[in-house]
């Protein structure tokens, strides 16, 4: 059965007002020569490579983007094929460094992402209330493994903590084998019941129009 125009514009019509600090979904849906750093890619700023995205208010660090290429792939049926990422735990130079996602914004209450892994990594993702893993600690949290080798078995999770995060530390996860995609906040992911509702209203309103016709 295909949609009317007007039945699928219904379909975002029906969508709630989301209540948040702010609202993002990074996918890293580029092509990613390896060992680039996603950096400023999604703040208006720069990657390593020099690149830009949109400037969704969020900004990395010690972050690599990552993509299959001609020569090798790295992963399978992740949700944004063009790219995923990965917290590193050098920098160019061989010294150490932290792994951050900062929304100088905001995320209230919870952050959605995607991720595929080897091992169980306790600690993997912890969400705090300042910049750069400062402030009070809201919440560390656990990923655990979804395969037994390689990047390709993806799981959605969401990351639940009171009161605003500015900062998610995934120092934890690097070099523990876990590649990430699609973080949003969840203000950006509507639940399976409102997605039901939203299509319900759609198929509605498209009723109403084939009644109108006839």
């Known amino acids: 059965m295909k949609l009317s125009r007007l039945a699928v514009l219904a379909l975002f019509a ?3 007002a989301f209540a948040g600090a702010t609202s993002f979904v990074v996918d890293f849906e580029k092509s990613w020569d390896y060992g680039v750093s996603v950096d400023g890619f999604y703040s208006g700023g720069k990657a390593s490579d020099a ?3 949109d400037n ?8 690599m983007g990552l ?3 001609g020569n090798f792939t790295y992963y399978s049926g992740a949700p944004s094929s063009d790219g995923i990422a990965q917290a590193i735990d050098t920098d160019a130079n061989g010294a150490h460094t932290n792994s951050y996602m900062n929304v100088a914004a905001g995320v209230q209450n919870g952050l959605s992402l995607f991720y595929a892994s080897y091992v169980d990594v ?18 560390t949290f656990k990923l655990d493994k979804t395969a037994n080798a390689g990047f390709d078995s993806w799981k959605q999770v969401t990351l639940k903590f009171s009161g605003t995060a500015k900062s998610f530390d995934l120092t934890g996860s690097a070099g523990q084998g876990i590649g990430f995609d699609n973080f949003a906040s969840v203000s950006a992911v509507p639940e399976a019941s409102t997605s039901l509702m939203m ?8 009723g109403l129009t084939r009644r109108r016709r006839g």
């Open 51 to 53: 690149t830009t995205g």
């Open 122 to 139: 306790s600690g993997a993702v912890k969400a705090y209330s300042g910049l750069n893993g400062t402030g009070d600690l809201l919440g």
């Open 199 to 206: 299509l319900a209203g759609g198929f509605a309103l498209l």
């Open 14 to 16: 029906a969508a709630p």
């Open 56 to 63: 969704l208010g969020v900004e990395f660090f010690g972050m």
């Open 67 to 69: 993509s299959n290429d």
